[in-house]
Nanobody, 115 residues
Framework: QVQLVESGGGLVQPGGSLRLSCAASGSIFSILVMGWYRQAPGKQRELVATVMPGGSANYADFVKGRFAISRDNAKNTMYLQMNSLKPEDTAVYYC?????????WGQGTQVTVSS
């Protein structure tokens, strides 16, 4: 069993930055494939970025060049640095961990980009 807790969401103006964190417990963090997803009102949940145990990352096209995913295996924590935020980035952001075929989700953190 893996427990995930996100933090760092909030209200930010367009063009601003936020850093999300996802703290994991209950398993060996270093072997987990981790990812950030988001869900805006009335829309399906979508992939934002993933990071492999070794640190290699993949991004959705709509965040390339603006967001950066990273992980600190010593701290059992994953991060999402979000820069140049746009109103369309407004959503609940979820952390996901995957171990083999099993997926675990956090409770989500709200990010609102508005002036």
């Amino acid at each position: 069993q893996v427990q995930l807790v996100e933090s760092g969401g909030g209200l930010v103006q367009p063009g601003g930055s936020l850093r999300l964190s996802c703290a994991a417990s209950g398993s060996i963090f270093s072997i987990l494939v981790m990812g950030w997803y988001r869900q805006a009102p009335g829309k399906q949940r979508e992939l934002v970025a993933t990071v492999m145990p070794g640190g290699s990352a993949n991004y959705a096209d709509f965040v390339k060049g603006r967001f950066a995913i990273s992980r600190d295996n010593a701290k059992n924590t994953m991060y999402l640095q979000m820069n140049s935020l746009k109103p369309e980035d407004t959503a609940v952001y979820y952390c996901k961990a995957q171990q083999l075929a099993i997926q675990y989700w956090g409770q989500g953190t709200q990010v609102t980009v508005s002036s």
